[in-house]
Nanobody
Framework: QVQLVESGGGLVQAGGSLRLSCAASGSIYSIDAMGWYRQAPGKQRELVAVISRGGSTNYADSVKGRFTISRDNAKNTVYLQMNSLKPEDTAVYYC???????????????WGQGTQVTVSS
């Protein structure tokens, strides 16, 4: 039906940058909000950043000023530019999108498979 495919994770030194991408594909009628969450070992999944279809954004306090979320509605893709990375940013990053599948009436949350981001000190 629909899927979210993430890319761009990896290993980087503290102070470095990474850019995550997440592309939605399949029988999509519409996409509402898109966002990024992360889960570190032994911790709960937490919101990193979210962006509405119109471009309004919201960030976790821990990443404000360092991370930037953006989206390309024509490509059904959301991005997360991560700068000034810190070891505490190490986690599996998950893409989330609220989407309406073609032929259905409701929006549901969909998740990507996750991509590992590791920041070394």
């Amino acid at each position: 039906q629909v899927q979210l495919v993430e890319s761009g994770g990896g290993l980087v030194q503290a102070g470095g940058s990474l850019r995550l991408s997440c592309a939605a594909s399949g029988s999509i009628y519409s996409i509402d909000a898109m966002g990024w969450y992360r889960q570190a070992p032994g911790k709960q999944r937490e919101l990193v950043a979210v962006i509405s279809r119109g471009g309004s954004t919201n960030y976790a306090d821990s990443v404000k000023g360092r991370f930037t979320i953006s989206r390309d509605n024509a490509k059904n893709t959301v991005y997360l530019q991560m700068n000034s990375l810190k070891p505490e940013d190490t986690a599996v990053y998950y893409c989330n999108a609220r989407m309406q599948v073609a032929g259905t009436l409701h929006l549901y949350d969909y998740w990507g498979q996750g991509t590992q981001v590791t920041v070394s000190s």
